[in-house]
């Protein structure tokens, strides 16, 4: 009799696991964060072909589903994948490839990592990324005399760490033509006593820039892999790759078709004649992995290096307003050539006059309230009566947290405390249209999007400086800044069906974290670490 009952329930096993559904994958015991509308939280969701088939208690999802594969949360948080808003993809992987001139406090720091690191690597251009002046005891530009002694032979060229801003050594300068100072639309030559110094300016950077040789394609594909592996370790599943041109957006076709590169890129052209033609030409491109529909276009340059076109001057510096990169015909020119087309436009503006310049000409093309997501990216100095061109025509500020505690140790020098009242106003920003989606704008900022929550609402650096946050009444709420890291950022590229939350129908991308930084103290935000991360429901990290 015992051994018929015990046949007897097996059977009632094997018939009840036949009778469930076959999934790839089931994650249960686990707080799941969906995103979605009500933002609701469940215990579990069940991934078919890539995508959330069920979602529900652990019991229910485990009751009707069976799996390949059962991943057990055990009782950590679970998120949407994050989306970076705002970054550049392939340059963080370039940066990755050079010296690494990030948190120096001195010009001789600068020059010591230099020295270390074309000792291993002693060909070709020497290129290093990262410097900022406004970090070093003396605040004031440096000068090439030293690397140019250090390096008489072999062309320097070093990024200052917003991009906008840089400086080459004399074979440098000599190998790009370039002899004396210049008057440029947009762009700046320093000298010191009629001499050049070889720090330059916006525009004047790709002078020298351009002379740089490409990597060949062993060397792109590097770039690429070794961004994505460190984006994925972040939690990363989508970059918005702001600015490339059509030839590497041909590359990243090549490689996602090769299943080299599985990182889900949003990609804007850069603002030239080439890819005007090209997209024009060949339409926006849209596959699982790839979106392109966008261009990046540039007002103005950066606030650290004075780039940042301001309606009066630098209040540390009464000379300088900054500038405008193109005259106003441009931008009037652009912006109706984008609509014509039906693409996204993407204005890269920091300074006040710089956003209301290009909020101007995007009311006049818009015509009023739409669905065409114009974007604002930085949207970083306002003027308080400008706030509203953002609502009235549903353009998009598409902005970066971790600058505003980046810059809060000196913007109000810049500006002065009476401006810098309306700059990194993200809650007033947020109020326009109802959402807004947050980047980091790195390799600027560090790649890292917990370091954006962080930012984002507590408004701190990481030793809790200032004691009560930066402008603390911008502030957004926990819930807003993962909106804001998540569907919101889908959204701003036209996504937001398909991923940003966890959703019956939606792409299976998510990330599961030690902490749930919805309830997690400020302290404990800086030690929250990426467990795993997956893209279309297949594990592409896991910490060690």
């Keep these: 009799m015992k051994s018929f009952l015990t046949a007897l329930a097996v059977v009632a096993t094997l018939a009840s696991c036949s009778n469930k559904k076959q999934v790839d994958t089931i994650v249960y015991n686990a707080k799941v964060y969906t995103v979605n509308t009500a933002f609701d939280t469940v215990e579990a969701f069940a991934v078919q072909n890539g995508k959330i088939l069920a979602l529900g208690k652990t019991d229910d999802i485990k009751g009707e589903y069976s799996a390949k594969e059962e991943i057990d949360a055990a009782g950590k948080a679970v998120y949407p994948g994050f989306i970076d808003a705002h970054a550049h993809f392939y340059g963080y992987g370039q940066s990755l490839q050079a010296a690494d001139l990030r948190e120096t406090k001195s010009w001789d720091e600068v020059l010591k990592r230099l020295i270390d690191f074309a000792k291993?690597?002693?060909?070709?251009?020497?290129?290093?990324?990262?410097?900022?002046?406004?970090?070093?005891?003396n605040k004031a530009f440096p000068t090439n005399e030293q690397l140019t002694a250090l390096f008489p032979n072999r062309p320097v060229f070093l990024n200052r760490i917003d991009g906008h801003a840089a400086i080459a050594n004399q074979k440098a300068l000599d190998d790009a033509g370039i002899k004396q100072a210049e008057n440029l639309v947009g762009g700046d030559m320093l000298t010191q006593n009629g001499k050049l110094t070889g720090v330059l300016i916006d525009n004047a950077v790709a002078l020298v820039e351009s002379k740089i040789p490409s990597p060949d394609a062993k060397l792109a594909e590097k770039i690429?892999?070794?961004?994505?592996?460190?984006?994925?370790?972040?939690?990363?599943?989508?970059?918005?790759?702001?600015?490339?041109?059509?030839?590497?957006?041909?590359?990243?076709?090549?490689?996602?078709?090769?299943?080299?590169?599985?990182?889900?890129?949003?990609?804007?052209?850069?603002?030239?004649?080439?890819?005007?033609?090209?997209?024009?030409?060949?339409?926006?491109?849209?596959?699982?992995?790839?979106?392109?529909?966008?261009?990046?276009?540039?007002?103005?340059?950066?606030?650290?290096?004075?780039?940042?076109?301001?309606?009066?001057?630098?209040?540390?510096?009464?000379?300088?307003?900054?500038?405008?990169?193109?005259?106003?015909?441009?931008?009037?020119?652009?912006?109706?050539?984008?609509?014509?087309?039906?693409?996204?436009?993407?204005?890269?503006?920091?300074?006040?006059?710089?956003?209301?310049?290009?909020?101007?000409?995007?009311?006049?093309?818009?015509?009023?309230?739409?669905?065409?997501?114009?974007?604002?990216?930085?949207?970083?100095?306002?003027?308080?009566?400008?706030?509203?061109?953002?609502?009235?025509?549903?353009?998009?500020?598409?902005?970066?947290?971790?600058?505003?505690?980046?810059?809060?140790?000196?913007?109000?020098?810049?500006?002065?405390?009476?401006?810098?009242?309306?700059?990194?106003?993200?809650?007033?920003?947020?109020?326009?249209?109802?959402?807004?989606?947050?980047g980091t704008d790195f390799p600027v900022e560090n790649i890292n999007p917990l370091l954006t929550f962080y930012a984002a609402t507590v408004r701190q650096d990481a030793s809790g400086f200032p004691k009560n946050g930066f402008q603390k009444e911008n502030a957004l709420t926990p819930e807003e800044a993962l909106r804001?890291?998540?569907?919101?950022?889908?959204?701003?590229?036209?996504?937001?069906?398909?991923?940003?939350?966890?959703?019956v129908g939606k792409l299976a991308d998510f990330v599961i974290l030690d902490h749930d930084i919805l309830k997690s103290t400020p302290q404990n935000l800086l030690k929250t670490k990426v467990l795993k991360t997956y893209l279309n429901g297949e594990k592409v990290y896991e910490a060690k």
């Design 120 to 137: 291993a690597h002693p060909d070709g251009w020497l290129i290093g990324n990262g410097w900022d002046q406004n970090d070093w005891t």
């Design 224 to 438: 690429f892999s070794d961004a994505q592996a460190n984006c994925f370790a972040a939690g990363l599943t989508t970059i918005d790759d702001c600015g490339l041109d059509w030839r590497a957006v041909e590359f990243v076709e090549k490689l996602q078709k090769e299943n080299k590169l599985k990182m889900r890129l949003y990609i804007m052209l850069s603002d030239n004649a080439e890819n005007y033609d090209y997209l024009f030409s060949r339409g926006a491109i849209k596959t699982p992995r790839l979106n392109v529909r966008a261009f990046k276009v540039y007002a103005d340059g950066a606030l650290g290096s004075r780039g940042a076109c301001l309606l009066h001057p630098y209040t540390d510096m009464p000379n300088k307003s900054g500038f405008l990169l193109k005259n106003i015909k441009h931008y009037e020119d652009v912006a109706a050539k984008i609509a014509s087309g039906g693409f996204q436009m993407c204005t890269h503006a920091i300074g006040d006059s710089a956003n209301r310049v290009i909020l101007n000409i995007y009311n006049k093309v818009l015509k009023g309230k739409n669905d065409k997501r114009w974007r604002i990216e930085h949207a970083q100095v306002l003027n308080k009566n400008d706030f509203d061109l953002f609502g009235k025509a549903s353009i998009i500020p598409s902005v970066q947290p971790t600058h505003a505690t980046s810059d809060m140790y000196w913007a109000g020098q810049r500006l002065g405390q009476a401006r810098l009242k309306d700059a990194y106003a993200y809650k007033q920003l947020l109020k326009q249209n109802g959402w807004i989606p947050l």
């Design 484 to 503: 804001g890291m998540t569907i919101w950022a889908a959204k701003a590229n036209f996504e937001e069906k398909e991923k940003g939350s966890l959703e």
